[in-house]
């Protein structure tokens, strides 16, 4: 499979990266500065400042996964981003576009999401609103896309194979926690990538 992976110097996109290669496909990352990639990673110059640029960088591929992240001054270029990825998959004739989201748009009750619950830390909150509108432009497309929505605590850790998957629901344990990490996100992208099982739809996962 060849797969066209923007962010992938990330945090997130570094761990798919490597999970991908791993399992023998064909990566190309498409990053601003693919100096900070390991040495000999197939890399291609790609800022997302443009839909016609994305589209000649995605042709012939067959998923693109974005793990970009805003900067943190300024988290609605998510929104933009997102619409010039949509627009380039259409244009490209890409048949899939695989999204690192985030965790405010699931539902911690029934039609209650992280993000109107009030329990998000304030310093989260602009991230999660441009993500939750970066959702609603891939509902409202005509392209193949995923949403994969991590748990609530997302960092570096252990790379065990062992998680649960959901689709709209904050994943959490008995004791309320919700975390994944990095590099049990990576496995359970790549796997939805070999296996597609929520097209035209977002998913989670969570311990």
Excluded: C
Excluded at 167 to 177: P, S, V
Excluded at 179 to 203: F, G, N, V
């Amino acid at each position: 499979m060849k797969i066209v992976l923007y962010g992938a110097s990330g945090k997130a996109g570094s761990r798919i990266l490597r999970e991908m290669q791993s399992r023998g496909h064909e990566v190309i990352a498409a990053v601003r500065h693919p100096e900070k990639l390991p040495a000999n990673t197939p890399s291609v110059r790609d800022d997302l400042a443009s839909a016609d640029q994305i589209a000649q960088t995605i042709r012939g591929a067959d998923a693109v996964v974005s793990a970009y992240a805003p900067p943190h001054e300024d988290t609605d270029q998510l929104i933009a981003v997102t619409e010039r990825l949509i627009a380039a998959v259409r244009k490209a004739g890409v048949p899939r576009l695989l999204v690192v989201g985030g965790a405010g748009s699931l539902e911690v009750a029934p039609g209650v999401t992280l993000l109107a619950s009030g329990h998000l830390p304030q310093a989260w909150v602009p991230i999660a609103t441009s993500h939750a509108k970066a959702l609603a432009r891939l509902k409202a497309s005509d392209i193949n896309w995923t949403y994969f929505s991590p748990a609530a605590f997302f960092e570096a850790g252990e790379r065990t194979g062992k998680f649960r998957l959901g689709r709209t629901d904050l994943i959490a344990d008995e004791k309320g926690n919700s975390r994944i990490s990095l590099e049990d996100y990576a496995i359970a992208l790549a796997d939805e990538l070999e296996q597609p099982a929520h097209e035209h739809a977002q998913m989670s996962i969570g311990y």
